[in-house]
């Protein structure tokens, strides 16, 4: 069984400074890994997605992720936030052969404060 | 372009109710889920369809129903409304371009209050 962790439940962080958000899984099979965002009282809007190739990920918005087999982790990074930032953000995983059904972290909610 | 469109936005039930969240996708895609959220646990997979005709049960299934009729719609059916179902319930609809992997689409969302 897939499971994915996010230790951080809140990050606070002032405006333009940098910015990591940690996630880590756990899984017996070949994974794809995504983050999304949530803004209130919204749905969640793909960031980006690791698939296979290259282990760094650029995704909208300025954020990027690196993914890290030997650690398996996905962390999502961005060097300069803005106010505009402040949202849920949710790791998530899925099965390479099932890739319809996500299995979610808990979600880190990012503060950007002035 | 509507994309994944769930009604109703907020809906208070007693318990013992039942009730049908309905979600509807203009995209043709052939994967649609049904994720419940709650503080500090993510979003956890209740059910999902791979096709019309094809459901099966995800992380969380107990207290729902649903059925795949057609590619566009999938309802989720709560039978007999429980204070444990109180939630948001978000639907999604995803595809696997060859070329560009896996995507899901997320509705806005249904606010359930089980009093």
């Known amino acids: 069984a897939q499971s994915v962790t996010q230790l951080d439940s809140q990050v606070p962080v002032f405006e333009e400074a940098p910015v990591e958000l940690r996630c880590n899984y756990s899984s017996s099979v070949s994974v794809y890994l995504f983050w999304y965002v949530q803004y209130p009282n919204q749905g969640l809007q793909l960031l980006l997605k690791?698939?296979?190739?290259?282990?760094l990920v650029k995704g909208i918005n300025g954020f990027e992720a690196e993914f890290n087999k030997s650690q398996t982790s996905f962390h999502l990074r961005k060097p300069s936030v803005h106010i505009s930032d402040t949202a849920e953000y949710f790791c998530a995983v899925s099965d390479v052969d099932s890739s319809y059904k996500l299995i979610f972290g808990s979600g880190t909610r990012l503060l950007v404060r002035p | 372009n509507a994309g994944v469109t769930q009604t109703p936005k907020f809906q208070v039930l007693k318990t013992g109710q039942s009730m049908t969240l309905q979600c509807a996708q203009d995209m043709n895609h052939e994967y649609m889920s049904w994720y419940r959220q709650d503080p500090g646990m993510g979003l956890r997979l209740i059910h999902y369809s791979v096709g019309a005709g094809i459901t099966d049960q995800g992380e969380v299934p107990n207290g729902y129903n649903v059925s795949r009729s057609t590619t566009e719609d999938f309802p989720l059916r709560l039978l007999s409304a429980a204070p444990s179902q109180t939630s948001v319930y978000f639907c999604?609809?995803?595809?696997?371009?060859?070329?560009?992997?896996?995507?899901?689409?997320f509705g806005q969302g249904t606010r359930l209050t089980v009093v």
């Open positions: 690791y698939l296979s190739g290259s282990t």
């Open positions: 999604a609809s995803s595809y696997s371009p060859a070329d560009r992997g896996p995507e899901a689409f």
